[in-house]
T-cell receptor, first 110, second 119 residues
């Protein structure tokens, strides 16, 4: 299985919105609505931000939203804040009952 | 509030077997609907799913690691474990244990433990 494709980096100014894409195949992102997104600050464990494409766990800000179209999922962060600066990873369940991650995207808040 | 804690040697010699244990507290590994995973992250790189196990003992592994990985569960100790054989420097990483639910992803993670493969 190949890793999902994410842009290496994105940036935005405080208050702006950014979108991170995550492209897979018909055997993963396109197969199930089982895409999740993780935020990881340096030296910390990842934190689940979005599951099942667009659902937020309790306690996650509604500034974070997710969507999917065909084989591409997206994470949008609105009203950017300095604390959002982190690495973001997408993940998808696959048709082989395995999991695959994206390569990660570094978000810089300017 | 479930907590997960990885433990094991921080240094493993090349070609030997890496062994880690994840101790779960605050919930039972047999509570159902959850899978218990190992995920790793080489220094400065991205996340890689290694495999998961259910309390039934059912497992599934990353195809790229399948020939070297074994994940087991000890319900009496509320722990699950990872064994990775014939390690090389490429297996140097922070290893995380995590709890996932169905196809929802992993909502609970351990703090991670760095394992270095070096002679």
């Amino acid at each position: 299985q190949s890793a999902l494709t994410q842009p290496a980096s994105v940036s935005g100014s405080p208050g702006q919105s950014i979108t991170i894409s995550c492209t897979g195949t018909s055997s993963d992102i396109g197969f199930y609505n089982s895409v999740s997104w993780y935020q990881q600050h340096p030296g910390k464990a990842p934190k689940l931000m979005i599951y099942e494409v667009s659902y937020r766990p309790s306690g996650v800000s509604n500034r974070f939203s997710g969507s999917k179209s065909d084989n591409t999922a997206s994470l949008t962060i609105s009203g950017l804040q300095a604390e959002d600066e982190a690495n973001y990873y997408c993940s998808s369940y696959t048709s082989s009952s395995t999991w695959v991650f994206g390569g990660g995207t570094k978000l810089t808040v300017l | 509030q479930v907590q997960l804690q990885e433990s094991g040697p921080g240094l493993v010699k090349p070609l030997e077997t890496l062994s880690l244990t994840c101790t779960v507290s605050g919930d039972s590994v047999t509570s159902g609907s959850y899978h218990w995973s190992w995920i790793r992250q080489p220094p400065g790189k991205g996340l890689e799913w290694i495999g998961y196990i259910y309390d039934s003992g059912s497992t599934n592994y990353n195809p790229s690691l399948k020939s070297r990985v074994t994940i087991s569960i000890d319900t009496s100790k509320n722990q699950f474990s990872l064994k990775l054989s014939s390690v090389t420097a490429a297996d140097t990483a922070v290893y995380y244990c995590a709890r996932g639910r169905s196809t929802f992803g992993w909502g609970d993670w351990g703090q991670g433990t760095l394992v270095t493969v070096s002679s």
